[in-house]
């Protein structure tokens, strides 16, 4: 089945520090890629929608310089958190579907996700 | 603005009762009803329902969009104490982004 990889699972580091957070479809071209994010006991927010070969679409309130995000290729969506604050701290958690209008509608599948946190 | 709301938030059963989770929906462009089980790490898909009346079953697990009502139930049979997670419920538009509800908890005692 679909596999989605998120590397690394855990990050812990300093303050004013940039993290960067890959995701990867691995026996699957993904054009599309999401990246969301969770708060403890609350449900996955959307952040931005990652189009290969062109520029992320952001959600209302998320400060696209701040979460810069690369999408340089089908299998790979990359997410960097730039010069990170205790704020945030959370889980992120990217997710692919599948091809594009000719495969039609395919699920979300998702990656494990990164603990991220900021000391 | 979209919408997903999901019932109960939490629930208790004891293993071997039968639970109905609840997904209501108000997705401008719908275009599909997903849900997905949650337990430490990131949600794992369990069914994408796009057709009104039509169920999917996998296993214990079923699920059936009403389109009329703008809703959804996962039901599951037999309740085992691996069951227990939370169950996400999330709505598509045309960009297929997911709209996610709180969840349900759920946890299947012995």
């Known amino acids: 089945g679909a596999v989605v990889s998120q590397h690394p699972s855990r990050v812990i580091c300093k303050s004013g520090t940039s993290v960067k957070i890959e995701c990867r479809s691995l026996?699957?071209?993904?054009?599309?890629m999401f990246w969301y994010r969770q708060f403890p006991k609350k449900s996955l927010m959307l952040m931005a929608t990652?189009?290969?070969?062109?520029?992320?679409?952001?959600e209302q309130g998320v400060e696209k310089d701040k979460f810069l995000i690369n999408h340089a290729s089908l299998t790979l969506s990359t997410l960097t958190v730039t010069s990170a604050h205790p704020e945030d701290s959370s889980f992120y958690i990217c997710?692919?579907?599948?091809?594009?209008?000719?495969?039609?509608?395919?699920?979300?599948?998702f990656g494990d996700g990164t603990r991220l946190s900021i000391l | 603005e979209d919408k997903v709301v999901q019932s109960p938030l939490s629930l208790v059963v004891h293993e071997g009762d039968t639970v109905t989770l609840n997904c209501s929906y108000e997705?401008?462009?719908?275009?599909?009803l997903l849900w997905y089980k949650q337990e430490k790490k990131a949600p794992t898909f369990l069914f994408m329902l796009?057709?009104?009346?039509i169920e999917k079953k996998s296993g214990r697990l079923s699920s059936i969009l009403d389109k009329k009502e703008l809703s959804s139930i996962l039901n599951i049979t037999a309740t085992q104490t691996g069951d227990s997670a939370i169950y996400l419920c999330?709505?598509?538009?045309?960009?297929?982004?997911?709209?996610f509800g709180k969840g349900t908890s759920l946890l299947v005692t012995p």
């Open positions: 999330a709505g598509t538009d045309s960009g297929y982004a997911l709209n």
């Open positions: 990652s189009n290969e070969g062109s520029k992320a679409t952001y």
């Open positions: 997710s692919a579907r599948e091809g594009g209008g000719i495969i039609g509608n395919q699920p979300q599948h």
């Open positions: 997705v401008t462009n719908f275009r599909s």
């Open positions: 796009t057709s009104s009346g």
């Open positions: 026996d699957f071209q993904a054009t599309t």
